[in-house]
Nanobody, 121 residues
């Protein structure tokens, strides 16, 4: 019914920048909160940043001042601009969204497939 497709991951040196993109598609009536989570090897998945449909943002303390989340409501996309990357930012980054599905008009939570970000020291 709804798919979240991420792109933009890759390998970057410490201090560098990357931008992740996530597009929601399918039988969408409305997209509410969107966000990014990450999971490093051997660790639990953790919140990176979220943004409401009204633009209110929330960040993990570890990324405040370095990462910026933004969204385009018309395109149902969310971006994560990552600056001053550190080796500890290395993880699989997952897109997440609360989406009201058109056919049943019920809000479900969806995850993308994940995109790898590797920061070398």
């Amino acid at each position: 019914q709804v798919q979240l497709v991420e792109s933009g991951g890759g390998l970057v040196q410490a201090g560098g920048s990357l931008t992740l993109s996530c597009a929601a598609s399918g039988s969408i009536f409305s997209v509410y909160a969107m966000g990014w989570y990450r999971q490093a090897p051997g660790k639990q998945r953790e919140l990176v940043a979220t943004i409401t449909s009204g633009g209110t943002t929330n960040y993990a303390d570890s990324v405040k001042g370095r990462f910026t989340i933004s969204r385009d409501n018309a395109k149902n996309t969310v971006l994560l601009h990552m600056n001053s990357l550190k080796p500890e930012d290395t993880a699989v980054y997952y897109c997440n969204a609360d989406v009201k599905v058109r056919t049943v008009y019920r809000t479900n939570n969806y995850w993308g497939q994940g995109t790898q970000v590797t920061v070398s020291s």
